[in-house]
């Protein structure tokens, strides 16, 4: 069972405009949420992270948006640029220990 | 510093064969995770160690079996290996201070082809 779900498998984006990537989960107990950066024959980065009980974090150029009524987060890339391109996953945590669930990946491509 | 390191880079077996795969951590981290991502899915949790002792497992079959090290490094090994194994394998390393989560630091991962 897919506890944390991206529906979009892949999105283009011109550079210097926005891009969203996002995120459904079904498990209203998650308390915070992860963003990994992956690029080819790299492992995953941590990106950004959001607590459960904020609905916006902000990095620079990265913010997360938490829904929690709706389940749903969203990743903003403002503005997009081409060393952005990867593949984005989000997580949560699992009920024990550092642990977590991922997503299928959303891969960006910002087209310059 | 160097970050976590994996061996072998990439790796081709046969069905049935045993494999190991080793993770070296960042100096000073004592946590370990294992991780499966098969092609076109986000990794999959398969275990965590710390301080030598398992602290969680995913949902795998016991042919997955891990340990680690006095020096804090790992082994992942699969038996009886099937064709469904094949993907790549990525190891995560924490500090393991324990408490709220902790930012995972991935190596590269090892892509296991099984044949």
């Known amino acids: 069972d897919q506890q944390v779900k991206q529906n979009s498998p892949s999105l283009s984006v011109q550079e210097g405009r926005i891009s969203i990537l996002n995120c459904d989960y079904t498990?209203?107990?998650?308390?915070?949420f992860l963003w990994y950066k992956k690029y080819p024959a790299e492992g995953p980065t941590f990106l950004i992270s959001i607590s459960s009980i904020k609905d916006k974090n902000e990095d620079g150029r990265f913010t997360v948006f938490l829904n929690k009524s709706a389940k749903h987060l969203s990743l903003h890339i403002v503005p997009s640029q081409p060393g952005d391109s990867a593949v984005y996953f989000c997580?949560?945590?699992?009920?024990?220990?550092?642990?977590?669930?991922f997503g299928t990946g959303t891969s960006l491509t910002v087209i310059p | 510093d160097a970050g976590v390191t994996q061996s072998p880079t990439h790796l081709i077996k046969t069905r049935g064969q045993h494999v190991t795969l080793r993770c070296s951590p960042i100096s000073g981290h004592k946590s370990v995770s294992w991780y499966q991502q098969v092609l076109g899915q986000g990794p999959q949790f398969i275990f965590q160690y710390y301080e030598k002792e398992e602290r969680g497992r995913g949902n795998f079959p016991d042919r997955f079996s891990a340990r680690q090290f006095p020096n804090y490094s790992s082994e992942l090994n699969v038996n009886a290996l099937l064709l469904g194994d094949s993907a790549l394998y990525l190891c995560?390393?924490?500090?393991?201070?324990?408490?709220?989560?902790?930012?995972?630091?991935f190596g590269p991962g090892t892509r296991l082809l099984v044949l």
């Open positions: 995560a390393s924490s500090l393991g201070r324990g408490g709220l989560w902790e930012t995972q630091y």
């Open positions: 997580a949560a945590p699992m009920d024990t220990g550092n642990q977590f669930y």
């Open positions: 498990n209203s107990m998650f308390d915070y």
